[in-house]
């Protein structure tokens, strides 16, 4: 495992900025170039800048799934106990490894993902671990009208609303597709965390940045995943759920398996975690 939790935090490399740059130069709406920087560079938890990237068998799947639940031990904790064949919706599956999680469990699964090459990947995962019901489909999370309203029991969507332009559409959407009384799990990246404020303050100061005019905000894409994202608080990610629909029962800070900050004392590790770590969990339901 410490092969793959080494480089959690190492999010930007050369490979990654140069598809930035040259996405950035092209003359496309934000959640075309956020589609693109996706479909280049797929999450698969492979180095950025290696030249083959995807999973292609059950091993190089089970790597992926090792990754993805080895190093965010929150979703150890918080795992929903569904009942058999309940109908769950995930808003960007990567590389499958939630929607067939969902799928070995007997859940019914409906995945969708801005790009194809996340499609591709997730069948191609529950090809190869003998999963039948795990479907998936190329959507935008904006605009879910190929998926029926009040069709599914539980909505999971971890570290993707964020990536699009109007995340709050995509809450909006994603609660419409819920049953009402339907319960769900969204995470997205914590605005009043650790990483947001120090690593912009590096960025902004010792990098130069604040010259050229950028902000605490705009710096956040020179180490951070994806071609754009928005970080939330604790309030406005509260307010944007119920906005959206949603009846919020809890809003919970966490970060990944990674040590935040080293040679501290593991109750103080996990204690800092909890308030300024980098993600930020909404659990929700839809009212009844």
Known sequence: MSNETDNIESWTSTATNQVRDEIAAQPLEVNEKNRLWWETLPM??????KEERDPVNLEDFER??????GTNP????VW???CQGAKVLEVGCGAGSAACRFGSQGMIVQAVDITAKAVELTKRHAEVSGISSVQALQCDAEDLSPLTDGSFDYLYSWGVMHHSAHPER???QACRKLKPGGRGLIMVYHRNSARFWLKGLYWLILKGRFLKGETFES??????DGFYQKHYSRE?????MEDSGYVVEAVKVTHMSSR??????????QWLKERIGWLIVAHVRRDA
Request: charged share 20%; aromatic share 18%.
């Open 44 to 49: 698969t938890y492979e180095d950025w800048g």
């Open 64 to 69: 992926v799934d090792r990754h993805y639940f």
């Open 74 to 77: 929150y979703l150890q904790q």
């Open 80 to 82: 929903p106990e569904l």
């Open 170 to 172: 995509c809450f909006a």
């Open 219 to 224: 710096v956040q894409r020179h180490f951070t």
């Open 236 to 240: 406005s990610l509260t307010k944007a």
């Open 260 to 269: 935040m900050i080293p040679f501290i004392p593991e109750g103080l590790r």
